[in-house]
C-alpha cells in the first residue's frame, strides 16, 4: 500500500504512529511519513523518502500498535533487553511496531543502539515465513518463486494504471507519470522505473495471478498469517 521495501515497514516505531491524527490527513486521503537518516526507519543506500500512509491502513497500524497482543510482546523485549543489555536503554516510542512473539524485532534499524554490539542482526526473514504461508494456501499453479518484492511490482503497476486515467481526460500530462511513480517507488534513477513500466506493458502473468491473489487474500480477515511462536 505505500510501495515501501522491507527493511523500511519493518523498522517503523510506536512514534510514526502518532502522526496519524486527523489534522495530518492530506487531499488524497493519505498521511505523509519520513522514512531514511535520521527518522529511524532504515531506506535503500541510507536515502531518504517519502512515504504517502493510506487512511485505512494508517488506523489499523495505530489499532495494532495499542493492542493487548503488541503491548506483551513490548514487555517481553524490556525484559530481554534489560537481561541482556543492561547498560541500553530504549525509549517507549523507539520501540518498534512489528515484534515477534518472542519480543524481537523483525529488522533491526541502524540506530538501535544494539546495531554495533550484534553481530547476527535480523534482516527480514519473517518475509520467507509469510511466504511459506501464502503458498500453502495457493494451488501448484501459483508462481513458487513469489518474494515479497512482488508486493512493490504490484504497487507500482496498480498505480501505473491509476495514472493513465488521468492522462486520458488531461489532466497529467505523458511522461508526467513516470516521474510520479519514480517518487512514489523511491528509484533512484528514471531508468529503473522506465524499466518496471515496461514489465508493467508486457502484463506477465505471474503479476496477474499475483494480483487476483492478493485481492481475495486482503479482501477478508488477516487472522489466518497470524505467526505462531514456532513460525518466528
Known amino acids: 500500500m505505500t510501495g515501501a521495501r522491507k527493511q523500511t515497514v519493518l523498522t517503523m516505531r510506536l512514534k510514526h504512529l502518532k502522526g496519524f491524527i486527523s489534522e495530518r490527513l492530506q487531499a488524497d486521503g493519505t498521511y505523509l511519513l519520513h522514512a531514511g537518516p535520521g527518522t529511524g526507519m532504515d531506506t535503500k543506500k541510507d536515502r531518504s523518502q517519502r512515504l504517502h ?7 489499523e497500524l495505530r489499532v495494532l500498535g495499542d493492542s493487548p497482543m503488541m503491548r506483551q510482546r513490548r514487555d517481553k ?10 547498560n541500553i536503554q530504549i525509549k517507549d516510542e523507539d520501540m518498534y511496531v512489528f515484534l515477534s512473539d518472542q519480543g524481537g524485532c523483525y529488522y533491526m534499524a541502524k540506530d538501535d543502539p544494539r546495531y554495533p554490539i550484534v553481530k547476527s542482526r535480523p534482516i527480514g526473514q519473517v518475509t520467507d515465513t509469510i511466504k511459506r504461508k501464502i503458498l ?19 504497487f507500482g503497476f496498480q498505480l501505473y494504471q491509476r495514472l493513465q486515467a488521468l492522462i486520458v481526460v488531461g489532466l497529467m500530462r505523458p511522461g508526467d507519470d513516470i516521474d510520479f511513480i519514480m517518487e512514489r517507488m523511491h528509484h533512484a534513477t528514471r531508468e529503473m522505473t522506465e524499466h518496471y513500466l515496461q514489465l508493467f506493458k508486457m502484463l506477465p502473468q505471474k503479476t496477474v495471478a499475483q494480483e487476483k491473489f492478493e485481492a481475495s487474500l486482503f479482501s477478508g480477515s488477516y487472522s489466518s498469517f497470524i505467526l ?3 513460525d518466528e
Open 53 to 59: 500512509v493510506p487512511k485505512q491502513l494508517a488506523e
Open 77 to 86: 523485549f524490556r525484559a530481554a533487553l534489560s537481561l541482556y543489555y543492561p
Open 136 to 154: 500453502q494456501k495457493t494451488s501448484d499453479k501459483y508462481p513458487q518463486d513469489f518474494s515479497y518484492h512482488w508486493l512493490r511490482a504490484t
Open 228 to 230: 505462531s511462536a514456532q
